[in-house]
Structure formats: C-alpha cells, structure tokens
C-alpha cells in the first residue's frame, strides 16, 4: 500500500526517539522522568464536583464553538488577564492548544500566495505540531534559528523580503517551548508590524503565559489592541493544561478576529470533534478562578528558586522567564541524555529531537529539556543528579 510522501520528511516524534534511544539500557538508579511537560500539581478541587454533577450530560451533544457561558468565561478571563473585551464570535473552544494550531493552519492557510507556494515560519527549536500542519497544508515549513544571539526567540524580520512576502503564518510560542524566553511587547510590535508589510497571519502559542518568574508575559492580544492592528492578523491560542493542571482535561481555546475564527468553527463542524458538556462546564469554572492558578505559581516559584540553589555557580545555566523547563547547554543532548540515563536514571529529552536540521546546523543539539513538574523534593533530586553526572 503507497502512503502520502508529504511526511516523509519529518523526522518520528520526540517521545518515540527518545525511548529508541535509552530503552535498550537500564536505568542507572531510580527512574526520575523530566521529560515531557505534564503538570503534576494537584487539580483545582471543583473538577470533580462539577463532572460528577454533570455526568448525564454526556448524554447530549456539546456545542461545537463551545457553549455561550464557557465562551463568556473565556472573554472574562481574557478581559482580567490582558485588559482586552472580545465577542463571543472572536472566541473558539479547542481540544487543547494542538489541535487548534493544527487545524487553524488548514482553515487559514491558502494554497497558494502571489502565485508560489506559501511558507509557513516557526522558530527552530520549536513545538512539532507547527510543522505538520504546514507539510498538511502543502506550504513550505521554514525554521528560524531560536537561540542564543537572538535572545531564544525568533528573529522573522531578518528574513529577506522575497521571503516574507510569501508566508501565509507565523507561528510563534511565548513564553518558548523549549528555552523559556518570554516575547516583550516591543517584540510582539515589530513582529505586528512585520505581520501587516508581509500580509501574513500570527499564530501566537500562549499555552504557557501564566507560568512565570518574576513578571506575568506580554501577550499579543493587549499589544494588537493597543496598537490598533487587525484583529484578523491575530490568533492566540491558550489552554488549560498547563494553566490549570489539566492536561487530561484537552480543553483549551483561540481567540482572533471573528472572520477567521468563523472559517476555524466551519472546519470543526465538518472535522472536528467538540468539548463533552461536563468538560465545558469544568472548563468554565477554571477560567473563571484565578485563584487555584495563583497557588499553583507559587508552587513553580519555590521550584525555581531550588533550581538556581542547585546550579549556583554554573555558568550559563538559568531557570527560564516563563514556563517550566530547564534548556541545559551540553556538549552533545543526546550522549547527555544517555549519560544521565545510565548512570543516575534520570530521564531528560535531547534538544535536538525539538529542532531540526537548518544551514547544517541543529540549534538544539547541545541542549537538554528538562521539565520542572515532579514535586519539589523528586525535582531536586533529579536536578542534583543531573549536575553532578553531567557537570562534575
């Protein structure tokens, strides 16, 4: 049987690599996982009461866009958060934050763009489902180095105009997945500015803004409204997941402009699966209360502050601005993560499987990922394992 070739180019996912390459060995002491982003602080204590109390209505179909009182809360939340007020038709409940980035390429994304292929930008290293979703679309993928000389994030305004004139989207995660740097509000206005000279469109992966160390992230919503850009040039995408401590949960949301947002609800009627009922009204009450999310920052705070006390001293080596992974400068991320494997049994993703390959180079080759989500004590120990195995 032939397969579509579309794909052919991507490498496998990050989590299957990464089993191909330490489960042949055995763990060199008690298995520590800091590999993938699942938060494990305790979920808010009024999930079960609300699934409980509203069971039967599995029962029913849910509303595709998300029901009006879900979609109020979300706009509630949206107006506390970035001090902006969106309608209800600029607002569309998602599966979590991947699906919507993936199938808001296909609604938004068009075949072609001055008669040539469209490019789609995503930063290099970056999250996986940004470049499927161009190959799904027929459009270029193009990888732009996030590194050190460009503060971790970014730098779409060095591309040549003949370049920019033919992409279509942009993605962009702040704060980044992997590294942890946070776009300010000047970067949001060149990027904006670039947006509306290129005719493009933002895809603004937010997932992670309420996870921070000292200053709650610049979001792209407040600076397109203060700036007065085109709400169609605009899509941010956020998620309960890390928020709330759901990753179980798959409920998330992107707000944009109405037009857009529009052909992203046509695609789900079609292709898309909608929010449980009892999942949209547990997800109701989560963006309503900010004070679980408050508690949970806290947690992330006093793990922070534990991170730097272990890797005191070690230059180069910093707990990020916002989300919750460590990017750990290595001579090489996978022998390092094979290392730590073998001899400690802590568990940590090459930086490599987050990048791909770009003028000969991987940006993430000598980093590791290290996700801050275990409990307090478990992270530290893993950390001090960590900087013990790999830099004496």
Not at 194 to 220: M, V
Not at 262 to 281: D, E, T
Request: charged content about 20%; hydrophobic content about 40%.
């Amino acid at each position: 049987m032939a397969f579509p070739k579309r794909f052919s180019n991507l490498p496998d996912y990050a989590f299957p690599r990464l089993r191909k390459l330490l489960d042949a060995y055995p763990p060199g002491g008690e298995t520590i996982s800091m590999t993938i982003g699942e938060p494990r602080h305790p979920i808010p204590d009024f999930v079960a009461p609300i699934m409980a109390a509203s069971i039967q209505d599995f029962a029913i179909y849910p509303a595709n866009d998300g029901t009006p009182e879900l979609l109020g809360a979300i706009s509630g939340w949206i107006n506390r958060r970035f001090g902006v007020t969106l309608a209800q038709d600029q607002l569309m409940v998602l599966n979590g934050t991947r699906e919507g980035l993936y199938n808001a390429c296909i609604a938004l994304c068009p075949e072609t763009k001055h008669g040539k292929q469209p490019i789609v930008l995503m930063p290099n290293p970056f999250y996986q489902v940004y470049a499927v979703a161009a190959v799904t679309v027929g459009a270029e993928p193009l990888y732009v180095p996030a590194t050190a000389a460009t503060g971790f994030l970014p730098d779409y305004a060095s591309l040549p105009p003949e370049v920019l004139d033919r992409v279509t989207i942009a993605y962009i995660c702040s704060p980044a997945n992997p590294q942890g740097a946070v776009a300010s509000a000047g970067y949001w206005k060149i990027l904006l500015a670039l947006a509306e000279k290129h005719d493009f469109t933002i895809f603004a992966d937010e997932c992670y803004s309420e996870i921070w160390r000292n200053t709650a992230p610049t979001g792209i919503l407040d600076v397109a409204h203060a700036t007065g850009a085109d709400p169609e040039r605009v899509f941010s995408f956020h998620s309960l997941s890390k928020r709330s401590n759901l990753p179980g949960l798959r409920s998330g949301f992107v707000a944009g402009g109405a037009n857009g947002i529009a052909q992203i609800r046509k695609l789900r009627s079609f292709a898309g699966a909608p929010l449980p009922l009892p999942i949209q009204k547990v997800s109701q009450a989560a963006w309503e209360d900010d004070t679980h999310v408050a508690a949970s920052l806290a947690l992330y705070h006093a793990k922070f502050d534990a991170a730097d006390a272990v890797f005191a001293g070690h230059q180069g080596i910093k707990t990020p601005e916002g989300g919750f992974f460590l990017w750990l400068p290595v001579e090489d991320g996978e022998q390092a993560a094979l290392k730590a494997w073998r001899e400690t049994g802590v568990r940590v993703l090459p930086g490599a499987y987050l990048s791909r390959d770009a003028n000969g180079e991987n940006p993430g080759k000598n980093y590791i990922r290290v996700a801050l989500v275990a409990p307090k004590e478990e992270m530290q120990r893993g950390l001090i394992q960590l900087r013990d195995c790999l830099y004496g």
